[in-house]
């Protein structure tokens, strides 16, 4: 009877050992509610990132689907895509010889480079300019002010003579 209790004891003491080593093996191999967690929301995290990345390719995708669908707008012939007889008022401004054909927007981007070259722009406001002596006779302007390039044209269009068409 000694042995079996010797036994019994043996048996509850290596049982007690077993319970321990599984609960130690149990508690490092599953991990705490905290750590499942933090799994989760790196799993959630990655998800929202995979569908930003997806939603950007979507958007690339529609934009260069309307672009590539979109008809071409043919650009419509003006006059001031046609050669033109300048009066010799403007061309002596411009230093070109006399009878020289010019667009009007050939010429305007002339008459702008000059404007620039002899530094009339306004410094505060790049837009506007105040012609000097020369350029006032050339555009009529009596007196003189302060004009912008978009109004240049208006003043010009006197010096603009259409070639007739045969």
């Known amino acids: 009877m000694n042995k079996i209790i010797r036994q019994l004891k043996l048996f509850k ?7 321990i080593k599984m609960t ?25 990132g995979n569908a930003k990345d ?7 995708l529609a934009k260069s689907f309307k672009h590539a669908c979109k008809p071409r707008k043919v650009k419509k012939h003006t006059v001031m895509h046609d050669p033109m007889i300048i009066n010799p008022e403007l061309l ?10 010019l667009t009007k927007a050939e010429s305007m981007k002339m008459v702008s480079a000059r404007v620039k070259t002899d530094k009339l722009q306004n410094e505060q406001n790049k837009r506007q300019f105040k012609p000097n002596a020369a350029l006032g006779r050339v ?14 044209n208006k003043y010009l269009s006197h010096h603009f003579t259409p070639i007739a068409k045969e």
């Open 13 to 19: 003491d290596l049982s007690i050992i077993n319970i």
């Open 24 to 48: 130690e093996q149990t508690s490092h191999s599953t991990p705490t509610v905290e750590e499942q967690f933090k799994s989760i929301y790196s799993g959630i995290s990655e998800i929202n």
């Open 54 to 60: 997806l939603q950007n390719q979507v958007k690339d």
């Open 92 to 101: 002596k401004y411009l230093g070109l010889t006399a009878g020289t054909q």
């Open 139 to 152: 555009l009529n302007m009596k007196p003189i002010k302060t004009i912008t390039f978009v109004e240049l």
